[in-house]
């Protein structure tokens, strides 16, 4: 019995994860040849604030790259500097 066990962060709808189990099952099916009735597919939502990459967690990361988005860039400011 394949055991497919995957651990993402959480935010997805659930249709997205449904579609996503289903999608793997067919997967293992198809490429292990096991019945689908044997197959299990397991997925798992952790919260950014428990998700690190390196030292820093997901939400962190992301809310750094949502400022830096926000933030014009060294050619936008050199753009907007200088006068017509």
Same mark, same amino acid.
């Given at each position: 019995?394949?055991?497919?066990?995957? %651990?993402? #962060?959480a935010g997805r709808d659930a249709d997205t994860i449904k579609n996503c189990l289903q999608e793997i099952a067919r997967v293992?099916? *198809?490429?292990? !040849?096991? $019945?689908?009735?044997? #197959?299990? =597919?397991?997925? /798992? %939502? =952790?919260? /950014?604030?428990?998700? @690190? #990459? !390196? &030292?820093?967690?997901? &939400? %962190?990361? &992301? @809310?750094?790259?949502?400022?830096?988005?926000? +933030? $014009?860039?060294? +050619?936008?400011?050199?753009?907007? /500097?200088? *006068?017509?």
């Amino acid at each position: 019995m394949p055991i497919v066990h995957i %651990e993402m #962060i959480a935010g997805r709808d659930a249709d997205t994860i449904k579609n996503c189990l289903q999608e793997i099952a067919r997967v293992v099916h *198809k490429t292990l !040849g096991a $019945p689908l009735s044997t #197959i299990r =597919v397991i997925a /798992s %939502e =952790v919260p /950014s604030t428990h998700w @690190a #990459i !390196g &030292d820093r967690t997901r &939400d %962190e990361i &992301d @809310a750094e790259n949502a400022r830096a988005a926000l +933030q $014009p860039t060294e +050619q936008t400011r050199s753009n907007t /500097s200088t *006068k017509p």
